[in-house]
C-alpha cells in the first residue's frame, strides 16, 4: 500500500529501486564471459563450470513463488530491505569463494535473496504511481531490466580483463549499498495486511523436484548418466517429488497453485512455449563467450563486447514492440519473433574457426531482435484469458517454468558440447593414420607427427575442430526447437480487450 510519503518521495524510491533491479538483471550475464576464468580458478571441468550458472537461475526460480507471500506476510520493505542486503552480501561471498562448491553455494545464496527483487520492483513502482503513469513506470522499469543484457557482457569482460573474475561480483557492493539505503530511508514502514494460507509442502514438493532434476542434468555427464547410482538417486528423488506434488495439488484445498491455471489453454501453451524461449535464450549466451575465448583466442573483453549487439538488439524489439501489442494480433509477433531467431541460428550454424568478429555482432543482433518480440507478447498471451484472481499467482508460476528452461536449457546444451566433442575427436583422429605417408606430407610442419610437440599440437587442433562442430550442432538443436514451437501459436486464442481496459503491464525480465 503506498502512502502519501511515499508519493512525495517517488523519485528516490524509483532510483532506489531501479538500483536493485539493475543490479539483479546485470548479475544474470556479467559471469557469463568471466566462465572460462573461473574455471580455471577454481580448476573446475568445462561442464561443471556452468553450475555457477544453472545454480543461481535455479535457487531464483524455485523462490520466486514464495517473495509474494513473504512480502505479504513479513512486509514488503522488510523483505526488500533483507534481498538486497543478502544478494549483496552472496556476491561478496562468490567474489571471495576458492573452489567450485563454494561459488555454487553462494550463487544459491544469490538466487534465493534476488529472487524477490524483479516482483518487488515492480509492485513497488506500480503503487507509488497513479493509473495514468503506469505504463511509464514499467516502460522505466523494463529499461533497468534490460541493461543487464547490455551492459552485463561488457562490464564483465572489462572488469576479468582489467582486475579479476571476483570483481563480476565485487562491483555489486557500491550499488547494493546505495539500493539498501535508499529502501531503508524513503520507503514508508510497513502495513502488514494478511497472508493468505501457502502450500509448503507442494512447495517442498517441487524443490525437490526441480533440484533433484537439475542435479540430474548437471552430475550426469561427469558420472556416466544411468550407469551412476548418484544419478539414480536424482532420478528417484525427482520422480517422487513430481508425484507426491501432482497428488497433494489435486486433493488439497490450498495447493501451491490453483488448478485453474491448467484450465487455461492460454496460459499452459505459453508457459510450455516459455521453457523453450528460456532454452534458447540463455543456452546461447551461456554457451557464446567460452567458444570465443577457449576455440577462437578473443580476449574476455572483446568476447564481452561481442555479446553486446544481443541485448542491444532487444532492447531495440521490447522498445518496438509496445507499440504494436494491440494494433497487430500477438500471435503474429510471436511468429516474427521465432522466424528472426531462425535466422540468427541459422547463420551460427556456419560458424567457423577461421571467422572474424562481424558473424558474431550480425547473428547476435539478429538473435536479440528475434528474442525481444518473444518475452513481452507471450506475457501478454499468457495472461489474457487469466481470470484476474490467478494473475498473481500465475505470475510466479509463469517465470518458475520459464527459468526451468533456461537452466535446463544450459546443462542439455553444455553436456551435448562436451560429448559430442569426444564423439568428433574420435571421428576426426581415426581418420589421420600418422603413418601415411599422404596425411604426413599434407600436414604443416607444426603438426609434425613423429615429434612429440608436433603430436600434442594436432591432438589440440584435432579437438579445437572436433569442439566448434559440437557447438554447430547444438546451433542446429537450438534452431530445429524453435521451428518445433511455432506450431504451438496455433493453440493459443487471440486476446480480446474490453473497451477502455487497461493493457497488461508485462514482465520483462
Known amino acids: 500500500m503506498t502512502t502519501e510519503q511515499d508519493a512525495k518521495n517517488r523519485w528516490p524510491i524509483t532510483i532506489s529501486i531501479m538500483l536493485a533491479t539493475v ?3 546485470i548479475d544474470t550475464t556479467i559471469a557469463n564471459v568471466a566462465l572460462p576464468h573461473i574455471q580455471g580458478s577454481v580448476s573446475a571441468s568445462a561442464d561443471q563450470i556452468t553450475w555457477v550458472l544453472t545454480s543461481y537461475i535455479v535457487s531464483a526460480a524455485i523462490m520466486t513463488p514464495l517473495s509474494g507471500w513473504l512480502a505479504d506476510r513479513v512486509g514488503r520493505k522488510r523483505i526488500f530491505l533483507v534481498s538486497i542486503g543478502g544478494f549483496t552480501a552472496a556476491s561478496m561471498l562468490c567474489g571471495l569463494a576458492g573452489s567450485l562448491p563454494e561459488i555454487v553455494i553462494f550463487r544459491v545464496l544469490q538466487g534465493v535473496f534476488g529472487a524477490a527483487l524483479i516482483p518487488l520492483s515492480q509492485a513497488v513502482l506500480l503503487d507509488i504511481n497513479p493509473p495514468e503513469k503506469h505504463g511509464q513506470a514499467m516502460a522505466i522499469w523494463g529499461s533497468g531490466a534490460i541493461l543487464g543484457p547490455i551492459l552485463g557482457p561488457a562490464l564483465g569482460g572489462y572488469l576479468t580483463e ?12 557500491p550499488i547494493g549499498v546505495l539500493a539498501f539505503l535508499g529502501v531503508l530511508v524513503f520507503i514508508s514502514a510497513d502495513r502488514l495486511t494478511g497472508a493468505k494460507k501457502f502450500d509448503f509442502l507442494g512447495f517442498g514438493m517441487i524443490t525437490v523436484f526441480i533440484a533433484a532434476f537439475q542435479m540430474l542434468l548437471d552430475r550426469g555427464p561427469s558420472q556416466d548418466w544411468f550407469h551412476s547410482p548418484e544419478i539414480w538417486t536424482y532420478v528417484i528423488l525427482a520422480m517422487a517429488g513430481l508425484w507426491v506434488f501432482v497428488i497433494h495439488t489435486a486433493t488439497t484445498r490450498h495447493p501451491f497453485f490453483d488448478p485453474g491455471l491448467i484450465r487455461d489453454r492460454n496460459f499452459v501453451t505459453a508457459s510450455v512455449f516459455g521453457f523453450f524461449v528460456g532454452i534458447l535464450l540463455f543456452s546461447s549466451m ?10 577462437l583466442g578473443y580476449p574476455v573483453l572483446t568476447s564481452g563486447l561481442l555479446s553486446m549487439p544481443r541485448g542491444v538488439g532487444s532492447f531495440i524489439a521490447m522498445f518496438g514492440v509496445g507499440q504494436l501489442i494491440g494494433r497487430v494480433d500477438t500471435r503474429l509477433i510471436l511468429f516474427a519473433g521465432l522466424s528472426i531467431s531462425s535466422v540468427a541460428l541459422w547463420q551460427m550454424m556456419h560458424f567457423d574457426l577461421s571467422m572474424t568478429e562481424m558473424p558474431f555482432i550480425v547473428s547476435g543482433s539478429i538473435q536479440g531482435l528475434g528474442v525481444g518480440l518473444l518475452f513481452v507478447p507471450l506475457s501478454a498471451l499468457a495472461f489474457a484469458t487469466l481470470p484476474a484472481h490467478l494473475r498473481s499467482e500465475g505470475s510466479g508460476v509463469f517465470n518458475l517454468i520459464r527459468n526451468l528452461g533456461s537452466s535446463v536449457g544450459i546443462s542439455i546444451m553444455n553436456a551435448l558440447v562436451v560429448a559430442n ?5 574420435a571421428s576426426l583422429a581415426s581418420k589421420l593414420i600418422p603413418t601415411d605417408p599422404v596425411v604426413r606430407d599434407a600436414l604443416p610442419r607444426m603438426f609434425d607427427p613423429s615429434t612429440v610437440g608436433g603430436l600434442t599440437a594436432l591432438n589440440g587442433e584435432i579437438t579445437r575442430q572436433a569442439s566448434m562442430i559440437a557447438y554447430i550442432d547444438d546451433f542446429r538443436l537450438m534452431l530445429i526447437i524453435t ?16 473497451a477502455g481496459a487497461e493493457p497488461l503491464h508485462a514482465a520483462v525480465e
Open 483 to 498: 521451428i518445433a514451437c511455432m506450431p504451438m501459436l496455433l493453440f493459443m486464442r487471440k486476446p480480446r480487450r474490453a
Open 286 to 295: 551461456a554457451l557464446l563467450p567460452p567458444m570465443m575465448q577457449v576455440l
Open 23 to 25: 543490479m539483479n538483471s
Open 162 to 173: 582489467h582486475l579479476s573474475w571476483r570483481w563480476c561480483f565485487f562491483v555489486n557492493l
Open 421 to 425: 566433442t569426444q564423439t568428433m575427436h
